[in-house]
């Protein structure tokens, strides 16, 4: 299994250095902390390199994976192979996107570039695509770790492919161990949920995916007004156009029912009452919902986090079922939500429940929110879009 190491120890900087060593001479890919996921990082410019993180998630080759650099100088290296323009002394990177990397990197924005002329990414990289995808962590191991090897690293969340991104190296090891040598023990990420992939290089600009940087967010930044939804939720049928984002997703072992925002718990309870074929229910909750100890027959929760009732529930049609509930509280703001929602599917599925309610969120945030912290919708499409793909029915 593969060894971790937590930054507060006093030989994190060594491990740090062995880290950074795998990488530049392309040992084996190594699991690092984001601000959004937990990255599975290889060197972009090594096949080899990157052919191992397909291999130990089990990712399809289709799917193009995120440069990952810690200064526009190092991706002007990757966008400039031959150094015409550095000699020339011509910005390589497109003007589409000067004010949104001012303004979101370091941070959880990626953006579509084209593949150079003679580039020296690996073609795992771009699976196919003419352009490839890079984004600035903020995550300060992740920065140090990119800055002592020297290398943009190619990266995807760190998760077997189609389950939950891992949200804390505890998520990588349950799916990666025995698969990779090394992880990076940041504490959990901040975020949550993945970047935000844009596409500057089409016009009108598009999101191919919704992450931890708002629609609204980047509306508001010049020559991004227009900004279209090349992601398919609910809203929109156009075919997704990020390639990865076709596949079955984020989901746990249990069978997910997503519940639209504002299904009242009422709903959900009788529909739990009445379901005979299963004893073991997980919900996450968030704004609505009540606490488990409401529950009727219902004890109160051991811990903060996830809480466990079990009841013999009469169902009124003169039967009654033996019902185990696990109910976790993800938190009423919009950032905590996405912050533990990874973390909350995969804890049920630990506890081993057979099918997880959870309550949807509005998208515009938290609706009469008294903060008026303007990020705080930040992440509900993100939070929703996932849940969607995990979902196997949207009640
Ligand atoms: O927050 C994140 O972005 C995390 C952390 C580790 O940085 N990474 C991540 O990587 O989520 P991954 O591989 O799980 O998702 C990358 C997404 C996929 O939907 C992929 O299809 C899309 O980005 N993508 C990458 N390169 C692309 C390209 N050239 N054209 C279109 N979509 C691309
Ligand atoms: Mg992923």
């Keep these: 299994?593969?060894?971790?190491?937590?930054?507060?120890?006093?030989?994190?900087?060594?491990?740090?250095?062995?880290?950074?060593?795998?990488?530049?001479?392309?040992?084996?890919?190594?699991?690092?902390?984001?601000?959004?996921?937990?990255?599975?990082?290889?060197?972009?410019?090594?096949?080899?390199?990157?052919?191992?993180?397909?291999?130990?998630?089990?990712?399809?080759?289709?799917?193009?994976?995120?440069?990952?650099?810690?200064?526009?100088?190092?991706?002007?290296?990757?966008?400039?192979?031959?150094?015409?323009?550095?000699?020339?002394?011509?910005?390589?990177?497109?003007?589409?996107?000067?004010?949104?990397?001012?303004?979101?990197?370091?941070?959880?924005?990626?953006?579509?570039?084209?593949?150079?002329?003679?580039s020296k990414l690996a073609p795992e990289v771009s699976a196919g695509q003419p352009t490839f995808a890079a984004r600035m962590p903020i995550n300060i191991l992740a920065l140090a770790l990119i800055q002592l090897c020297q290398l943009p690293l190619a990266a995807p969340s760190?998760?077997?492919?189609?389950?939950?991104?891992?949200?804390?190296?505890?998520?990588?090891?349950?799916?990666?161990g025995g698969r990779i040598e090394l992880i990076l023990d940041g504490g959990p990420c901040t975020v949550g949920v993945e970047s935000t992939v844009v596409d500057g290089l089409c016009t009108p600009p598009a999101i191919l995916r919704p992450g931890g940087?708002?629609?609204?967010?980047?509306?508001?930044?010049?020559?991004?007004?227009?900004v279209t939804i090349a992601y398919k939720d609910t809203t929109t049928s156009n075919a997704p156009r990020a390639p990865g984002m076709k596949y079955k997703h984020y989901s746990p072992t249990a069978a997910v029912v997503l519940a639209e925002p504002n299904t009242p718990w009422s709903q959900i309870w009788q529909r739990i009452v009445h379901d005979n074929t299963c004893k073991t229910v997980g919900i996450l909750r968030s704004r609505?919902?009540?606490?488990?100890?409401?529950?009727?027959?219902?004890?109160?929760?051991?811990?903060?986090?996830?809480?466990?009732?079990?009841?013999?529930?009469?169902?009124?049609?003169?039967?009654?079922h033996k019902l185990q509930v696990f109910s976790i509280a993800l938190g009423r703001a919009t950032q905590e939500i996405a912050r533990g929602l990874f973390a909350g599917l995969r804890e049920l599925d630990l506890l081993g429940v057979e099918r997880i309610y959870v309550e949807g969120i509005s998208e515009r945030g938290?609706?009469?929110?008294?903060?008026?912290?303007?990020?705080?919708g930040a992440a509900a499409a993100a939070v929703m879009n996932r849940l969607r793909k995990a979902a196997s029915e949207v009640v």
């Design 158 to 176: 760190a998760n077997a492919s189609t389950r939950p991104s891992p949200t804390t190296a505890q998520h990588v090891t349950h799916d990666l």
């Design 366 to 376: 938290e609706q009469g929110s008294d903060d008026d912290d303007n990020d705080d």
């Design 1 to 118: 299994s593969p060894w971790t190491f937590t930054p507060s120890t006093s030989d994190s900087g060594a491990n740090l250095l062995a880290a950074a060593d795998a990488l530049q001479s392309s040992l084996y890919p190594v699991a690092f902390p984001t601000e959004t996921v937990y990255g599975l990082g290889a060197n972009a410019f090594s096949s080899a390199a990157v052919q191992g993180i397909y291999t130990a998630k089990q990712r399809p080759s289709d799917n193009p994976l995120i440069v990952h650099i810690s200064s526009l100088d190092m991706l002007r290296r990757i966008l400039d192979p031959l150094g015409t323009n550095a000699a020339n002394g011509t910005e390589c990177i497109p003007p589409i996107y000067n004010h949104l990397i001012s303004t979101f990197w370091p941070g959880p924005l990626s953006i579509l570039l084209p593949l150079p002329t003679g």
């Design 213 to 226: 940087i708002s629609i609204d967010q980047i509306r508001q930044i010049p020559g991004w007004q227009d």
């Design 288 to 320: 609505t919902w009540p606490d488990i100890s409401s529950i009727q027959g219902g004890v109160a929760p051991s811990q903060c986090f996830s809480g466990s009732a079990s009841a013999t529930v009469y169902n009124g049609d003169g039967g009654h």
